[in-house]
C-alpha cells in the first residue's frame, strides 16, 4: 500500500514539473523568442507574418490589462454609470426636446424596449428630473448635482481611457472639460442619427420581408452594431491623450463592437424572458442583471481600447510598451541565472 501511494505522489509531482516546464516555455516564447523573430517578409511567409503580429498584439494587451488593472477600473466605471445614467438620459430629453424631438426617445423607448423593465424606470426618472428642474430651488439644485456626477463620470472615462495607453501626457484640465461637453452634447445627434436608421431599416425590411421574419429581427441588430462600432471607433481615436490613427481605432472598434452588440442582445432576450415568467420577480432581476451588463460592457469596451493602444504598438513600434521591456527584462534574467 506504501508503494502504491509513494507511486502516485511520484506520478504527480512529474506532471507537476512538466507544467512547470511547459509553462516556462511558454513564458519564453512569447516573452523573449517572440520578440527576437524577425518579421522580414523574405524570410517569412505573409500568414506566418501575419500570426507573428497577432500573437504580438495579443501578448501586449494581456500584459498590459493585468499590470494595470484595467478590470476593475471597469467594475469602478460601472459603478459610476449606474450613478450618472438617470442625468445622461435627463440631458439627451431636454435637448432633444428644445430641438423639437423630445417624443422620439420615449416613443422608441417606449415601443421597442417596453419589455426590458429597468427602460421605463430609467425614462421615467429622467423625465422627472426634467420636469421638477424648472419649478423650484431644490430641484434646480438636485439636477445641478445629478449633472455634476455625469461629467465627473466623463472625466472618469477619460482617465481610464488613457490608463489604458500607459504613461502618456495628460491634457490639461480645460481641454479635458471640452472633450466631455463634447460627447455630452453629440450624443443625441447619434441618437437621433440610430433612431431614424433603425426606423427606417425596419419599416423597409417589415414592407419586404414581413414584421416576423428573422431577416427584419437580423437587419435591426445589424444597424444597431454598426452605430456600436462607430461611436467606440470614435471613443478610441479622439477620448486618449495620445495620437490614435483611425485604421487601428476601427479595427478595434470591429471586434469590440461585434461583442458588445452580441452582449446586448443576449441581455435584453434574457431580460425580456425573466420579465414573461413572473411580472414582478422579473422586475427584481433586471437591477442584478442590469449591473451584470453594465460591468461586462465596460469590460469589452475597454478592451478595445487596449486592442487599440496593442495594435499601434506593436505595428508602429511609436509606442514604448514599458511594462514589456520590464517583463522581457525579468525573464531573460531568469533564463541566463543558472539554477
Do not use: C
Request: zero cysteines.
Amino acid at each position: 500500500m506504501r508503494e502504491f501511494f509513494r507511486d502516485i505522489r511520484f506520478w504527480f509531482r512529474l506532471q507537476f514539473k512538466r507544467i512547470r516546464l511547459i509553462i516556462r516555455r511558454l513564458v519564453r516564447f512569447f516573452a523573449v523568442d517572440l520578440w527576437d523573430i524577425n518579421e522580414d517578409r523574405a524570410t517569412l511567409s505573409k500568414w506566418k507574418t501575419r500570426l507573428l503580429v497577432d500573437l504580438r498584439i495579443i501578448f501586449v494587451l494581456v500584459l498590459s490589462f493585468s499590470r494595470r488593472r484595467i478590470a476593475y477600473q471597469a467594475t469602478s466605471l460601472a459603478f459610476r454609470t449606474i450613478l450618472a445614467m438617470v442625468p445622461f438620459l435627463a440631458v439627451i430629453l431636454f435637448i432633444l426636446s428644445q430641438m423639437g424631438f423630445g417624443g422620439i426617445l420615449e416613443g422608441f423607448i417606449t415601443s421597442h424596449l417596453s419589455d426590458t423593465g429597468i427602460s421605463h424606470m430609467l425614462v421615467r426618472a429622467a423625465d422627472n428630473l426634467v420636469r421638477t428642474s424648472t419649478t423650484s430651488l431644490f430641484g434646480f439644485i438636485s439636477t445641478f448635482s445629478f449633472f455634476w456626477i455625469l461629467i465627473v463620470t466623463f472625466m472618469q472615462v477619460v482617465r481610464v481611457f488613457d490608463n489604458v495607453w500607459g504613461n502618456v501626457r495628460k491634457r490639461s484640465w480645460g481641454r479635458n472639460m471640452l472633450l466631455v461637453f463634447l460627447m455630452i452634447l453629440m450624443a443625441p445627434m447619434f441618437i437621433l442619427v440610430f433612431i431614424g436608421g433603425f426606423l427606417l431599416i425596419g419599416q423597409v425590411t417589415e414592407t419586404l420581408v414581413g414584421a416576423s421574419a428573422p431577416l427584419h429581427t437580423f437587419l435591426n441588430w445589424f444597424t444597431l452594431g454598426l452605430l456600436v462600432i462607430l461611436i467606440l471607433s470614435l471613443l478610441y481615436k479622439f477620448i486618449p491623450s495620445v495620437k490614435v490613427h483611425y485604421r487601428y481605432a476601427l479595427r478595434s472598434a470591429i471586434i469590440s463592437g461585434t461583442v458588445f452588440t452580441l452582449l446586448q442582445y443576449l441581455y435584453f432576450g434574457t431580460q425580456v424572458f425573466l420579465t414573461g415568467l413572473s411580472g414582478v420577480y422579473g422586475y427584481f432581476a433586471a437591477i442584478p442583471l442590469f449591473m451584470l451588463w453594465l460591468n461586462l460592457g465596460w469590460n469589452v469596451i475597454l478592451y478595445g481600447a487596449g486592442l487599440t493602444y496593442a495594435i499601434q504598438a506593436v505595428r508602429r513600434k511609436d509606442v514604448s510598451v514599458k511594462e514589456l521591456e520590464e517583463f522581457t527584462a525579468r525573464v531573460r534574467e531568469r533564463i541566463e541565472t543558472p539554477s
